[in-house]
């Protein structure tokens, strides 16, 4: 597709369940990025991709969070153990990594995330 | 990565011009200035990028006085649509960055009839 897709666009999950969201980047895009917002709050950076560089990780906010990009495409973001206060919206964003588009970054629609 | 300020909300009605003030004090040299529109229940979208001086694209100007220590995002005319959340950002655009790029709270513009 021509945008950032991400699934799955609304999950209701139990606390203490596992749950995995997916995103799928631009084609072309080497950056890949995640990112949590509650409600009516800011975005909240996790964490960052470029390449076969090592991940930034530094925005994960506990060990139950992990993440992975595949051949450097696909993206799985991984929530273990989940508790109520993991509800947000959890954003995947891509970008080319070339000097004219470093910052221009475009957004998924996200993944909703209620844990009950 | 420069820290950047803006107000919380700002209250607008339908025809007005809009100007949102963002203040980074600490930019760096090479750092570029960007502003990124959220609606709500959808992620960001980029809205316009600049280094100095003045940029105008389709949707807005950018504002950048000589000393780069703020920018001013300005919306002319707004419509009631163009009610969402602004985040200005500032970061690099040279090889080696990290791409970390750290979104604010925003600037909630309302937009009334």
């Known amino acids: 597709g021509a945008g950032v897709s991400q699934s799955p666009s609304n999950k209701v999950t139990e606390k203490g369940k596992d749950v995995e969201l997916r995103c799928d980047p631009i084609?072309?895009?080497?950056?890949l990025y995640w990112y949590r917002q509650s409600l009516g709050q800011g975005l909240e950076f996790l964490i960052y991709f470029q390449g076969n560089s090592a991940p930034d990780k530094s925005g994960l906010p506990s060990d139950r969070f992990s993440a992975e990009r595949t051949g450097g495409s696909v993206s799985t973001l991984t929530i273990q153990r989940t508790q109520q206060e993991d509800s947000a919206v959890y954003l995947c964003?891509?970008?080319?990594?070339?000097?004219?588009?470093?910052?221009?970054?475009?957004f998924g629609e996200g993944s909703w995330l209620t844990v009950v | 990565l420069a820290k950047t300020t803006q107000p919380i909300s700002m209250d607008s009605y339908e025809g007005q011009e809009v100007n949102i003030t963002c203040s980074h004090n600490?930019?760096?040299?090479?750092?570029?200035i960007t502003w990124y529109q959220q609606f709500p229940s959808q992620g960001p979208r980029f809205i316009i990028q600049?280094?100095?001086t003045k940029v105008t694209n389709e949707v807005a100007s950018l504002f950048i006085p000589a000393d780069r220590k703020s920018s001013t995002l300005s919306l002319p005319r707004v419509s009631l649509s163009d009610t969402a959340v602004y985040y200005c950002?500032?970061?690099?655009?040279?090889?080696?960055?990290?791409?970390?790029?750290?979104f604010g709270q925003g600037t909630t513009l309302q937009v009334k009839p």
């Open positions: 964003a891509s970008s080319h990594d070339t000097l004219m588009e470093r910052n221009t970054i475009y």
């Open positions: 950002l500032v970061g690099k655009r040279q090889p080696g960055n990290t791409g970390k790029l750290i």
């Open positions: 600049g280094y100095k």
């Open positions: 084609s072309g895009h080497t950056a």
């Open positions: 600490n930019i760096a040299t090479n750092d570029y």
